[in-house]
């Protein structure tokens, strides 16, 4: 038998809001606002434009919607440079068409996620804002990171520390008289001023924020740099050169201190005041699983990103000792693992995947496209079979690659016009998704596109892949399908290996098993059961199954 996956109805999708644990093996879609549909024609995605695809992530099998900041913003750092947290900007809209979106979400069965973005504002908060106009000695500038710089006259920063985005971490004001004056930090761009944590009106303003949100029916959080809140006393000098480098590799004395999670425990007291099973999610890059399983202790927080997984290469071995060294460092906390593949800071894996190993998660080049979806697909299969929650980048269901080709003039990731620090070529997984073969934008809107879509972006479009069994759309909704229909996949903490030949991940979860092929050639392996789904071909004779390279299958011996 040759097949590439079966066609399995999509099981009812059914709002489970009084269900206790629905967070631990959540499918959930990340949607970043500005690129996923467009409702007024002026090239920018928005709130309605989501609201009105929500039938689509219903029928694609997701359980809930992460919305990537769509806050009042000048849009420095697309949105994470936060001006006023209780507004939409708009670009995107206003408060009711957020509350509208979150309606129709709960009416088809899934919940909504927001962004929240506590390490920094923008410099043109209204804190901020009047911290510089008052000067010297205003409150206002203790709850930022404020200090007078070194050298004879303060020209040289307070410390050596590095921005992510490159170049010094703080910048030097001009005081309300016109001199240059006291310098403040900003780990990320200039126009992103880091908030003291040590100040109780920052905490207190959180809190209330927390409580905004929540009250209008979100459910969920997800924090970003929820590692970055809390800096070492004294914000000492960290003595390297080359710091960017370093950055996952060990405890930074601004980055995964200890007193973050005093914060995240009086953040979870306020969401456990509310019904409905509400949840965080941290964006928190630390050096080791180990490190990450701290953030989701029982009173802390719920989930926390794998980046460790992100970061993995298309390899057997690697695969299978992250998968291990993931599931026991969340075991003793309790928290389910998270499997990730992409999101809006790292090169699609379609991309990646194509790509020889070892380029780290921002990759220029195109690579071999056909082996990179063939990768992405089997992976996928793959991510979904683990046990814990999964998340989906939107369009990468698509089988989208990175636009690695985006022109200078076009780009528009503050990163990419800085001489070092981060790498700013993060526009090329941000590009509006298809939706049609037509259309100025495939789609998209009725006014082209913010960031330009490749032409042959029209046979990726969801109505290209729509009912084409042999699409990476359908293969999402089928598994997706199953993975409902199927009591021993989602939730739990442990796998069985099975032996497999070399190249091959082999486990058993219950009457479920997974063979995951990550050599460049066919291999045979004991043919589990009736065959479920895969990524690619297999053949079957006589008990035993042929699969191909590169290849994921799924099988269920009930």
């Known amino acids: 038998m040759s097949q590439q996956h079966s066609a399995i109805a999509p099981a009812p999708h059914l709002a489970e809001a009084k269900r206790s644990d629905w967070w631990r093996d959540a499918v959930i879609y990340q949607v970043y606002p500005r690129s996923f549909a467009d409702s007024n024609g002026d090239g920018m995605g928005d709130l309605e434009g989501i609201r009105t695809r929500l039938p689509y992530l219903r029928d694609l099998g997701v359980d809930a919607v992460w919305l990537s900041p769509f806050y009042a913003s000048p849009q420095a750092d697309a949105g994470y440079d936060v001006a006023d947290y209780r507004a939409v900007d708009p670009m995107f809209g206003n408060l009711l068409d957020a509350d509208a979106l979150i ?15 506590p390490n920094h504002s923008s410099d043109q908060h209204e804190w901020f804002k009047r911290a510089l106009a008052e000067g010297p000695g205003s409150p206002l500038r203790d709850r930022y990171h404020f200090r007078p710089g070194k050298g004879a006259h303060g020209e040289l920063p307070p410390n050596d520390w590095e921005s992510i985005f490159g170049g010094p971490a703080w910048t030097r004001v001009t005081e309300p008289d016109g001199s240059l004056g006291e310098w403040y930090l900003h780990l990320f761009a200039p126009e992103q001023p880091d908030f003291n944590w040590d100040h109780p009106a920052v905490g207190d303003e959180f809190r209330s924020i927390l409580r905004f949100w929540l009250d209008m029916g979100v459910d969920g959080f997800r924090i970003d740099v929820a590692h970055g809140l809390v800096k070492a006393e004294g914000l000492p000098d960290l003595g390297s050169h080359d710091q960017v480098k370093l950055l996952g590799n060990d405890v930074m004395p601004f980055f995964d201190q200890d007193g973050v999670h005093e914060i995240y425990r009086q953040w979870r007291l306020i969401l456990d005041e509310y019904s409905g099973e509400r949840i965080f999610v941290a964006e928190a890059w630390t050096p080791t699983v180990e490190r990450t399983a701290n953030y989701v202790r029982p009173d802390e927080l719920h989930q926390a990103f794998n980046f460790q997984y992100l970061s993995t290469a298309w390899d057997a071995e690697e695969l299978r000792g992250v998968i291990d060294r993931t599931l026991e460092a969340m075991r ?20 990646r995947f194509a790509n020889p190993p070892g380029l780290g998660t921002q990759i220029r080049t195109a690579g071999d496209r056909e082996l990179g979806l063939r990768r992405a697909r089997a992976a996928t299969l793959l991510m979904l079979a683990l046990p814990g929650s999964a998340y989906v980048y939107q369009g990468e269901e698509l089988g989208l690659p990175d636009v690695v080709d985006l022109a200078d003039e076009v780009r528009q990731d503050p990163a990419y016009f800085r001489g070092a620090g981060q790498d700013g070529f993060r526009d090329g997984c941000r590009v509006p998704i298809p939706w049609t073969r037509g259309g100025s934008s495939y789609g998209f809107g009725a006014g082209g596109s913010w960031l330009p879509q490749p032409p042959e972006w029209a046979e990726l479009s969801v109505e290209a892949q729509t009912g084409d069994p042999g699409s990476t759309l359908e293969l999402y909704r089928s598994a997706l399908a199953a993975r409902r229909a199927q009591p021993d996949l989602g939730a739990g903490d442990a796998v069985e290996w099975l032996r497999a030949p070399e ?9 479920f098993v997974c063979v995951a092929n990550t050599s460049g050639e066919s291999v045979t392996t004991p043919a589990y059961g009736r065959l ?27």
């Open 332 to 351: 003793p906390v309790g928290a389910p693992a998270t499997w990730v593949l992409s999101n809006h800071d790292v090169t699609r894996h379609a991309t």
């Open 532 to 558: 479920l789904l895969a990524s690619g071909e297999v053949a079957e004779v006589d008990g035993d199954a042929k699969v191909s390279a590169d290849t994921t299958v799924w099988w269920t011996t009930a």
């Open 503 to 511: 190249g091959v991940l082999a486990f058993r979860r219950g009457d």
């Open 103 to 117: 309606r129709d979400a709960r009416e088809l069965g899934l919940r909504i996620i927001v962004d929240l973005v």
